[in-house]
């Protein structure tokens, strides 16, 4: 490996992940589907999407008029060979439900937290850096 090769890998998966909070926050599931490799799989609940169109159908099933936002924190990556790093992170995890009939108050009234921890498998592809494996584990709930 080239050690050059380190801080840019460290840099690009770092911003995978709060890339990955960010379009989920924002319902932008175009540009969440392309933070993962065309193969890419990402589970949660035990449940796995594997590819682009598996992972847009777990998106699309998210339930509407929800908001949430996604702290993510202690952000590990490491090279494991040339084009592959592995990773962890840790979020806090805020949800609302929608209120039906009113329009959203500021602020809202949000549920308990949750925190989990993502374990990553990356890739270098012709695009950048993207998530190979994203595994989700609930670690605190209320």
Request: proline content about 7%; hydrophobic content about 35%; charged content about 25%.
């Amino acid at each position: 490996m080239n050690p050059e090769d380190t801080p840019r890998c460290e840099r690009e998966c770092t911003r995978l992940c709060n890339d990955f909070a960010w379009t989920v926050d924002r319902c932008d599931y175009d540009a969440f589907v392309r933070l993962f490799a065309e193969d890419g799989m990402f589970e949660r609940a035990g449940q796995a999407s594997i590819g682009h169109a598996a992972i847009r159908r777990f998106l699309d099933g998210r339930p509407a008029g929800r908001t949430t936002r996604h702290i993510c924190t202690n952000v590990r990556i490491d090279m494991t060979g040339p084009g592959t790093a592995t990773g962890t992170c840790s979020a806090l995890m805020f949800q609302a439900p929608a209120i039906d009939g009113a329009a959203r108050p500021e602020p809202l009234p949000v549920s308990a937290p949750v925190i989990v921890d993502y374990a990553d498998d990356y890739v270098l592809t012709d695009s950048g850096w993207k998530f190979k494996r994203r595994v989700t584990t609930l670690v605190f709930q209320p």
